[in-house]
């Protein structure tokens, strides 16, 4: 007895020193209340339904101050609340630390420095305000809603907060403005402060980024890269491929800041499979150079920005001006899909639209808003045959002269000299309501004279122009801005184009709404606009804190050809065109006419968007969108719902279902076709930020019968073959994987199996695939913080699809450009990319 009772008296021991242990183990790693993620509050002794009440109170109220403060959550109990004390800690705010700030927010960083496209210039921006936020007591209206998911609304409540306390001292502050959305908040918090900072301050940040992926000029699921190399490659016997390979994209940037008031940039940009600028003669441009003065009271005088070199300039909603040879499908400027409106650094990949010269933003006794710009740069374009005039502007991306293509083609690159200069002028009732003007005029030294039939189209294929059925947007190509005009601005002028624009802008509440009307100036006069082409675009948001709600209506003339133009559209200028198909034109380059283009075609329609929170577990989004070209009347439907399920933290289920049509409302269009789209998501999060992730992907188009697809291939009589109306289906997949070894280490690993047309962001590229036969796709990341300064992510990606017999037509043809002969499919391709990014 005396031994068992010894035993047990052991064990007992055993088990006290050990219990012990363990919670000296604990309360020596407390948790962080204020800074903690929802992973990190799982070793708490809560319940799920407890954790998340806790983790959402501190995000929406703000950094806990005392620990009786959690008596505010009522699913906490006393008990709880005393089993909590000793297991946390209170810090202050770490995103408050400007010196910490790219450190803490570097997952967020790895994104923002992988950006291209139209959001790519944003980029720059949001990084200099991480490391140098903005005091919150001084940010404007325009400064507030150039963040990511913060809304007009937001805006306005941080604004009518800060005229209600004088000063807004914490976040806590900032947390209870009435009209804040939790996402508002969350987002704003990261960027701003509380006080003016320090000024002295110097930061360094380097960009650079060497690929062999192509670029897109749009994250659009039904277009893949800016053109089809691989056709004209078999057109040159791949030596446009082989320039690729050893000619890969190259981009540096350099940029210096020095506390708020000016900043210094210098980048290179090398296309994929351009020239060597560093050691050919070229009169391409090697280098954008940028240095911008900002944020000093002159008097009744504010300036916002003075930005000399090469600056962008975006206005509004993007109807009369924004410059970037990027575009983004359905670009309304809410939410992840943010347009920033004014003059800033210009460091990015745009080339063909980039501004170079001097551009200015400031207010005028705080109620006048004004901003202002001049350029002078070179532009590629397809010049006439006289050499002394041109049909149209072209944005090529690689940048080649492509006369080896055809030899009598005159030099595209710089062939046209513009001028260009505007502003825009607003005035401001309160915060959020204003009206405002805004104009713009590009001087052209040569005369704008479209040729499409004797300049772009191959003479054999001059009679298809405005009569094939398969090209019904023929009519936007017949509608290309024409001008011969002098100027007094500039005396080498023979050419114009002027756009003018009015807009409105107010919230109410939680309803923000927006309009803003443009008039193309075809007879250069300024007050007689009855016979000018036109373009409007209106929306209104409507937000709550578990739902919003937006409807926005655009109409643009099918005349309002304006190259600057990136407002709202489903789909680019010229789809749909005589210009989509490279064989029908004297020059396969000149396909990138529609390929490369970034301004919205024309179109008439509505679109519906939500977020509804429904329950913590359920979240769903949709969007709808139907319109009708004006080139030619065809009606449009897109139906997009998503739907994710998350029971627990660790477990997410995402679907979504996509249904789009043409011409299903005319049963006699000859160039229909149905669409649905189905991608299912299950994400497994695991701990140290490690996740699994499984895709699914079930796709099918139907198109309308067509009669040149039923003839026999065989014999060439007619028959009744049903391949016109053949399904195109479509199915995908794939495994991802992240593991994170340590907190500066981590490798990305996909692998996937995919037949037919199949799209996905991939890490940080948006790719388009299409496999007939089917294919095999993988790609590895590997990312690297080398010390608190330095990080570099390398992503080597390999495809292989099963071969493709064209045995119909014949052998492929290298000298022949007709749409029935066989081309030579790649069906194993490797890539890479390498970024390398320096933050101090």
Same mark, same amino acid.
């Given at each position: 007895?005396?031994?068992?009772?010894?035993?047990?008296?052991?064990?007992?021991?055993?088990?006290?020193?050990?219990?012990?242990?363990?919670?000296?183990?604990?309360?020596?790693?407390?948790?962080?209340?204020?800074?903690?993620?929802?992973?990190?509050?799982?070793?708490?002794?809560?319940?799920?339904?407890?954790?998340?009440?806790?983790?959402?109170?501190?995000?929406?109220?703000?950094?806990?101050?005392?620990?009786?403060?959690?008596?505010?959550?009522?699913?906490?109990?006393?008990?709880?609340?005393?089993?909590?004390?000793?297991?946390?800690?209170?810090?202050?705010?770490?995103?408050?630390?400007?010196?910490?700030?790219?450190?803490?927010?570097?997952?967020?960083?790895?994104?923002?420095?992988?950006?291209?496209?139209?959001?790519?210039?944003?980029?720059?921006?949001?990084?200099?305000?991480?490391?140098?936020?903005?005091?919150?007591?001084?940010?404007?209206?325009?400064?507030?809603?150039?963040?990511?998911?913060?809304?007009?609304?937001?805006?306005?409540?941080?604004?009518?907060?800060?005229?209600?306390?004088?000063?807004?001292?914490?976040?806590?502050?900032?947390?209870?403005?009435?009209?804040?959305?939790?996402?508002?908040?969350?987002?704003?918090?990261?960027?701003?402060?509380?006080?003016?900072?320090?000024?002295?301050?110097?930061?360094?940040?380097?960009?650079?980024?060497?690929?062999?992926?192509?670029?897109?000029?749009?994250?659009?699921?039904?277009?893949?890269?800016?053109?089809?190399?691989?056709?004209?490659?078999?057109?040159?016997?791949?030596?446009?491929?082989?320039?690729?390979?050893?000619?890969?994209?190259?981009?540096?940037?350099?940029?210096?800041?020095?506390?708020?008031?000016?900043?210094?940039?210098?980048?290179?940009?090398?296309?994929?499979?351009?020239?060597?600028?560093?050691?050919?003669?070229?009169?391409?441009?090697?280098?954008?150079?940028?240095?911008?003065?900002?944020?000093?009271?002159?008097?009744?005088?504010?300036?916002?920005?003075?930005?000399?070199?090469?600056?962008?300039?975006?206005?509004?909603?993007?109807?009369?001006?924004?410059?970037?040879?990027?575009?983004?499908?359905?670009?309304?400027?809410?939410?992840?899909?943010?347009?920033?409106?004014?003059?800033?650094?210009?460091?990015?990949?745009?080339?063909?639209?980039?501004?170079?010269?001097?551009?200015?933003?400031?207010?005028?006794?705080?109620?006048?808003?004004?901003?202002?710009?001049?350029?002078?740069?070179?532009?590629?374009?397809?010049?006439?045959?006289?050499?002394?005039?041109?049909?149209?502007?072209?944005?090529?991306?690689?940048?080649?002269?492509?006369?080896?293509?055809?030899?009598?083609?005159?030099?595209?690159?710089?062939?046209?000299?513009?001028?260009?200069?505007?502003?825009?002028?607003?005035?401001?009732?309160?915060?959020?309501?204003?009206?405002?003007?805004?104009?713009?005029?590009?001087?052209?030294?040569?005369?704008?004279?479209?040729?499409?039939?004797?300049?772009?189209?191959?003479?054999?294929?001059?009679?298809? &122009?405005?009569?094939?059925?398969?090209?019904?947007?023929?009519?936007?190509?017949?509608?290309?801005?024409?001008?011969?005009?002098?100027?007094?601005?500039?005396?080498?002028?023979?050419?114009?184009?002027?756009?003018?624009?009015?807009?409105?802008?107010?919230?109410?509440?939680?309803?923000?709404?927006?309009?803003?009307?443009?008039?193309?100036?075809?007879?250069?006069?300024?007050?007689?606009?009855?016979?000018?082409?036109?373009?409007?675009?209106?929306?209104?948001?409507?937000?709550?804190?578990?739902?919003?709600?937006?409807?926005?209506?655009?109409?643009?003339?099918?005349?309002?050809?304006?190259?600057?133009?990136?407002?709202?559209?489903?789909?680019?200028?010229?789809?749909?065109?005589?210009?989509?198909?490279?064989?029908?034109?004297?020059?396969?380059?000149?396909?990138?006419?529609?390929?490369?283009?970034?301004?919205?075609?024309?179109?008439?329609?509505?679109?519906?968007?939500?977020?509804?929170?429904?329950?913590?577990?359920?979240?769903?989004?949709?969007?709808?969108?139907?319109?009708?070209?004006?080139?030619?009347?065809?009606?449009?439907?897109?139906?997009?719902?998503?739907?994710?399920?998350?029971?627990?933290?660790?477990?997410? &289920?995402?679907?979504?279902?996509?249904?789009?049509?043409?011409?299903? &409302?005319?049963?006699?269009?000859?160039?229909?076709?149905?669409?649905?789209?189905?991608?299912?998501?299950a994400r497994m999060r695991l701990s140290g930020y490690d996740q699994l992730q499984v895709t699914y992907a079930n796709s099918g188009t139907q198109f309308d019968p067509r009669r040149r697809l039923t003839i026999d291939l065989a014999t060439g009589a007619n028959n009744?073959?049903?391949?016109?109306?053949?399904?195109?289906?479509?199915?995908?997949?794939?495994?991802?994987?992240?593991?994170?070894?340590?907190?500066?280490?981590?490798?990305?690993?996909?692998?996937?199996?995919?037949?037919?047309?199949?799209?996905?962001?991939?890490?940080?590229?948006?790719?388009?695939?299409?496999?007939?036969?089917?294919?095999?796709?993988?790609?590895?990341?590997?990312?690297?913080?080398?010390?608190?300064?330095?990080?570099?992510?390398?992503?080597?990606?390999?495809?292989?699809?099963?071969?493709?017999?064209?045995?119909?037509?014949?052998?492929?043809?290298?000298?022949?450009?007709?749409?029935?002969?066989?081309?030579n499919y790649f069906t194993e391709t490797t890539d890479f990319r390498i970024q390398l990014d320096y933050a101090f």
């Amino acid at each position: 007895m005396i031994r068992q009772i010894s035993m047990i008296f052991k064990k007992v021991i055993q088990m006290t020193t050990v219990s012990m242990f363990m919670l000296t183990l604990v309360l020596a790693n407390p948790v962080d209340i204020n800074n903690a993620s929802l992973s990190e509050l799982k070793d708490l002794p809560l319940s799920e339904e407890q954790m998340y009440a806790l983790y959402e109170y501190v995000q929406y109220h703000g950094p806990l101050e005392s620990i009786y403060e959690l008596v505010n959550v009522s699913e906490l109990e006393h008990v709880d609340i005393e089993a909590l004390k000793p297991r946390l800690v209170l810090k202050p705010d770490e995103e408050a630390s400007s010196n910490t700030r790219l450190q803490d927010q570097y997952r967020k960083v790895e994104d923002w420095t992988s950006t291209e496209g139209a959001s790519e210039g944003l980029m720059e921006l949001w990084l200099e305000r991480l490391a140098e936020p903005i005091n919150v007591n001084t940010a404007t209206y325009d400064d507030l809603v150039s963040f990511q998911n913060v809304s007009q609304i937001d805006a306005v409540a941080v604004l009518k907060l800060r005229a209600e306390v004088d000063s807004i001292g914490s976040a806590r502050w900032l947390r209870n403005a009435i009209g804040l959305s939790y996402y508002g908040y969350r987002n704003l918090r990261e960027f701003v402060t509380y006080s003016e900072p320090e000024d002295g301050q110097m930061h360094v940040w380097y960009n650079m980024v060497v690929k062999s992926i192509p670029s897109t000029n749009s994250e659009e699921e039904a277009v893949a890269a800016t053109l089809q190399i691989e056709n004209l490659a078999a057109l040159k016997k791949g030596e446009l491929l082989d320039n690729m390979a050893s000619r890969p994209d190259v981009l540096h940037k350099l940029s210096f800041t020095n506390s708020r008031h000016w900043k210094a940039g210098i980048s290179y940009n090398r296309q994929l499979g351009e020239s060597h600028r560093y050691f050919e003669e070229s009169d391409l441009p090697e280098v954008k150079l940028s240095f911008t003065v900002a944020d000093y009271d002159l008097g009744p005088l504010h300036l916002d920005r003075l930005v000399l070199g090469n600056y962008s300039a975006t206005i509004g909603q993007g109807l009369v001006m924004q410059s970037t040879d990027f575009r983004s499908p359905r670009y309304s400027g809410y939410g992840w899909n943010k347009r920033v409106t004014g003059i800033f650094s210009d460091l990015s990949r745009t080339q063909q639209y980039a501004l170079r010269g001097a551009g200015i933003q400031g207010s005028l006794f705080n109620s006048f808003k004004f901003m202002a710009f001049v350029s002078k740069n070179d532009r590629d374009a397809i010049l006439n045959s006289d050499g002394q005039s041109f049909s149209t502007l072209i944005t090529m991306y690689p940048r080649h002269h492509y006369d080896y293509f055809v030899q009598d083609t005159l030099d595209m690159l710089n062939a046209v000299e513009e001028v260009t200069y505007g502003g825009n002028l607003r005035y401001e009732i309160n915060p959020g309501t204003f009206i405002g003007f805004s104009s713009y005029e590009s001087l052209y030294d040569k005369e704008l004279r479209p040729d499409p039939l004797l300049t772009l189209i191959l003479p054999a294929n001059t009679g298809l &122009f405005l009569n094939s059925s398969g090209n019904g947007a023929d009519t936007e190509v017949a509608a290309m801005h024409a001008s011969s005009a002098t100027s007094s601005m500039w005396d080498v002028a023979k050419a114009n184009r002027r756009v003018q624009g009015l807009e409105f802008n107010t919230v109410i509440s939680n309803l923000a709404l927006q309009v803003e009307w443009a008039v193309l100036d075809k007879d250069s006069e300024i007050l007689s606009i009855s016979d000018d082409p036109r373009a409007l675009v209106a929306n209104a948001y409507l937000q709550f804190d578990n739902f919003n709600f937006m409807v926005l209506y655009r109409d643009y003339d099918l005349g309002f050809d304006n190259p600057y133009q990136r407002s709202f559209s489903n789909y680019q200028r010229y789809k749909s065109s005589i210009f989509e198909d490279y064989y029908y034109l004297k020059n396969p380059a000149f396909s990138y006419l529609y390929a490369g283009a970034s301004q919205p075609q024309a179109e008439r329609g509505v679109y519906v968007s939500s977020r509804y929170q429904m329950h913590r577990a359920w979240l769903l989004t949709t969007n709808f969108d139907t319109w009708t070209r004006v080139a030619d009347g065809s009606r449009y439907f897109r139906t997009v719902a998503t739907l994710e399920y998350r029971p627990t933290f660790n477990y997410r &289920f995402r679907v979504r279902q996509k249904w789009q049509a043409r011409g299903r &409302f005319n049963i006699f269009a000859p160039t229909g076709y149905e669409n649905r789209e189905t991608i299912f998501t299950a994400r497994m999060r695991l701990s140290g930020y490690d996740q699994l992730q499984v895709t699914y992907a079930n796709s099918g188009t139907q198109f309308d019968p067509r009669r040149r697809l039923t003839i026999d291939l065989a014999t060439g009589a007619n028959n009744n073959s049903p391949v016109g109306q053949a399904y195109s289906p479509g199915n995908a997949l794939g495994f991802t994987m992240t593991h994170n070894f340590t907190e500066s280490f981590k490798l990305i690993g996909h692998i996937a199996y995919y037949k037919g047309f199949f799209w996905s962001f991939e890490d940080t590229d948006f790719q388009v695939f299409d496999s007939p036969n089917g294919a095999i796709r993988w790609y590895l990341t590997a990312f690297s913080r080398l010390g608190n300064h330095w990080a570099v992510r390398a992503k080597l990606t390999w495809d292989e699809g099963s071969a493709i017999s064209n045995y119909a037509f014949g052998a492929p043809s290298a000298s022949s450009r007709s749409p029935q002969t066989g081309i030579n499919y790649f069906t194993e391709t490797t890539d890479f990319r390498i970024q390398l990014d320096y933050a101090f």
